[in-house]
């Protein structure tokens, strides 16, 4: 028997609100249900906005909701090597490039409907070696090649708990960026290699993330990782009809908690009681 493991993995860039909640007491009941194991994890790779204090937060704020998770708790921060390990396969597979452009090149270049997020336009993947030779001391990220990866990775799929099996179509995305000039990783990357290494066997996170699963099916066939089941939940929408969301204030567990609303009024208002 496979033992199911489900994490939780937000970003420490603000306190937890009633999404969170929701997303991390899924994600914990199901494998409480089948007597599997629950991680925490901090994705902490982007050191401009995650700050100590809101990791604080995080664990007060599930220890607060009653749940209970595994230690150490996996901080990215503390493993980039692991993420650079992987970029360098991917190199050595020639499925990624070094891309020079600013944000602004991209948006000059990159043309899309309104509402819709433009898909690299591919500039610095045209770029010849004795041009790409000479700039590599440039500022740079790398971004996949996704019409070389997909090619050479063949067809693939991945099942999902509501949708049932999904042929995946990476190319959909475009050429993402798998290592930031800042960073030296990406989501993408980081949330792929992560899954792997902590033996997580059933993703359970917001269909927001639908879409980015296409992606990282891609990177698990490129790097030979093992494919977990994923379970992409509805999202909790404001009185305003968008979804809860840091950077519109969403009232934050801490701000329900100073209110006086108990854990148990939480779980009873998202359908955990």
Same mark, same amino acid.
């Given at each position: 028997?496979?033992?199911?493991?489900?994490?939780?993995?937000?970003?420490?860039?603000?306190?937890?609100?009633?999404?969170?909640?929701?997303?991390?007491?899924?994600?914990?009941?199901?494998?409480?249900?089948?007597?599997?194991?629950?991680?925490?994890?901090?994705?902490?790779?982007?050191?401009?906005?995650?700050?100590?204090?809101?990791?604080?937060?995080?664990?007060?704020?599930?220890?607060?909701?009653?749940?209970?998770?595994? /230690?150490?708790?996996?901080?990215?921060?503390?493993?980039? !090597?692991?993420?650079?390990?992987? &970029? =360098? #396969?991917?190199? *050595?597979?020639?499925?990624?490039?070094?891309?020079?452009?600013?944000?602004?090149?991209?948006?000059?270049?990159?043309?899309?409907?309104?509402g819709v997020q433009p898909l690299y336009p591919g500039t610095c993947r045209a770029l010849d070696v004795e041009t790409r030779a000479r700039r590599m001391a440039e500022p740079h990220a790398w971004r996949i090649d996704v019409i070389r990866a997909t090619a050479l990775a063949?067809?693939?799929?991945?099942?999902?708990? /509501?949708?049932?099996?999904?042929?995946?179509?990476?190319? !959909?995305?475009?050429?993402?960026? &798998? =290592? #930031?000039?800042? *960073?030296?990783?990406?989501?993408?990357?980081?949330?792929?290699?992560?899954?792997?290494?902590?033996?997580?066997?059933?993703?359970?996170?917001?269909?927001?993330?639908?879409?980015?699963?296409?992606?990282?099916?891609?990177?698990?066939?490129?790097?030979?990782?093992?494919?977990?089941?994923?379970?992409?939940?509805?999202?909790?929408?404001?009185?305003?009809?968008?979804?809860?969301?840091k950077r519109d204030r969403a009232e934050t567990l801490a701000e329900l908690r100073a209110r006086g609303v108990s854990p148990q009024a939480i779980k009873h208002q998202l359908g955990f009681a």
């Amino acid at each position: 028997m496979i033992t199911v493991v489900t994490r939780f993995a937000p970003s420490p860039t603000g306190r937890l609100h009633l999404g969170h909640a929701f997303s991390a007491l899924t994600a914990f009941r199901f494998a409480e249900a089948h007597g599997g194991r629950f991680l925490l994890r901090i994705e902490d790779i982007d050191t401009g906005r995650c700050r100590a204090e809101f990791t604080d937060g995080i664990f007060e704020d599930l220890a607060w909701l009653g749940l209970a998770w595994e /230690t150490p708790v996996r901080r990215q921060s503390e493993h980039m !090597a692991d993420y650079a390990a992987a &970029l =360098a #396969r991917l190199q *050595a597979l020639e499925v990624v490039y070094p891309c020079f452009c600013t944000r602004a090149d991209i948006a000059a270049a990159a043309t899309a409907p309104h509402g819709v997020q433009p898909l690299y336009p591919g500039t610095c993947r045209a770029l010849d070696v004795e041009t790409r030779a000479r700039r590599m001391a440039e500022p740079h990220a790398w971004r996949i090649d996704v019409i070389r990866a997909t090619a050479l990775a063949g067809p693939l799929s991945w099942h999902d708990a /509501t949708q049932g099996e999904i042929a995946a179509t990476p190319e !959909a995305e475009g050429d993402v960026v &798998l =290592a #930031r000039k800042d *960073a030296g990783t990406s989501y993408h990357l980081s949330v792929t290699v992560d899954d792997a290494l902590q033996g997580v066997t059933d993703v359970v996170r917001g269909e927001d993330l639908f879409s980015a699963t296409h992606v990282h099916r891609l990177l698990q066939a490129l790097l030979g990782l093992p494919t977990p089941h994923y379970h992409h939940h509805a999202l909790l929408m404001g009185p305003d009809g968008k979804r809860l969301a840091k950077r519109d204030r969403a009232e934050t567990l801490a701000e329900l908690r100073a209110r006086g609303v108990s854990p148990q009024a939480i779980k009873h208002q998202l359908g955990f009681a």
